[in-house]
């Protein structure tokens, strides 16, 4: 239903929702690969959204048009969302597009990524964000979730945003299991360690003990060969060497 508003009125224009009613019409466009034609309806519904959000914040001290300024929200809500799911389309495509030379005599040649940028006027750093928004459609869907319980109009910044935030978190997790790991494996690597010396010790421990056993055994075996040599009887000889014959007879 198309609200009724006086020409003399500072509230919002029928013209936007007649405007709304047609975009609503072609929702097919979406579901196409014309990236150019996909583009000029998101700009179109993104400045759709823009101009009744202004136009909201130029009624917001009037209080006989509050139903109007919710229902305008509200279409201001889903041309947001129209424009963020073209710019969410143009990044599928663009995902999909080849990226390298392919063969330039085949009459079926697919358009190369860099082409259907170019052609489209797309700059690289867009065609990364809505490649990225593409490749995150939770993330886009729950910024549009949460702008509409809140009142708000959702943006593409506010959803590319969120994309790199959680990106950040991702790669901080990423980070912190990272320095985890390390510690685990140098915590593995002493423990390691601590057991191969732990083994080195015990080899040491029983090269002591055979040896004190080796040093006890000749010892004792010594003392043993000392005492048997101690108890055999003991011959002295006695020699008297003569010099002359007088000394043999003296003697």
């Not at 993330?139 to 708000?152: N, S």
């Not at 005492?227 to 003569?242: C, G, H, I, L, N």
């Amino acid at each position: 239903i198309v609200p009724q508003v006086r020409p003399d009125s500072t509230a919002l224009s029928a013209e936007h929702y007649q405007t709304f009613e047609m975009a609503k019409e072609h929702d097919g466009i979406l579901g196409g690969n014309d990236i150019a034609q996909i583009r000029s309806y998101a700009a179109y519904a993104r400045a759709q959204a823009q101009a009744i959000h202004k136009t909201i914040a130029a009624t917001s001290g009037i209080d006989d048009v509050a139903a109007i300024k919710a229902e305008a929200t509200e279409t201001a809500q889903t041309f947001a969302k129209v424009g963020i799911y073209a710019d969410q389309r143009i990044g599928e495509i663009l995902s999909e597009l080849p990226t390298g030379h392919g063969n330039r005599f085949s009459s079926t040649q697919e358009p190369l990524k860099a082409e259907a940028i170019k052609d489209a006027g797309i700059s690289r750093s867009q065609a990364y964000d809505l490649q990225a928004m593409a490749a995150n459609p939770e993330v886009v869907q729950a910024v549009l979730d949460k702008a509409e319980a809140e009142g708000r109009i959702a943006s593409r910044k506010q959803v590319l945003d969120a994309i790199h935030e959680r990106d950040a978190a991702r790669a901080e997790v990423a980070t912190v299991r990272k320095v985890g790991d390390k510690l685990k494996q140098q915590r593995d690597e002493a423990r390691e360690e601590a057991e191969q010396l732990g083994e080195d010790i015990d080899d040491l421990q029983r090269e002591v003990a055979a040896l004190e056993a080796q040093t006890d055994r000749a010892y004792e075996d010594g003392y043993k060969a000392a005492q048997k040599q101690a108890q055999q009887p003991q011959v002295v000889e006695r020699r008297v060497e003569v010099s002359s014959a007088a000394d043999q007879r003296r003697i």
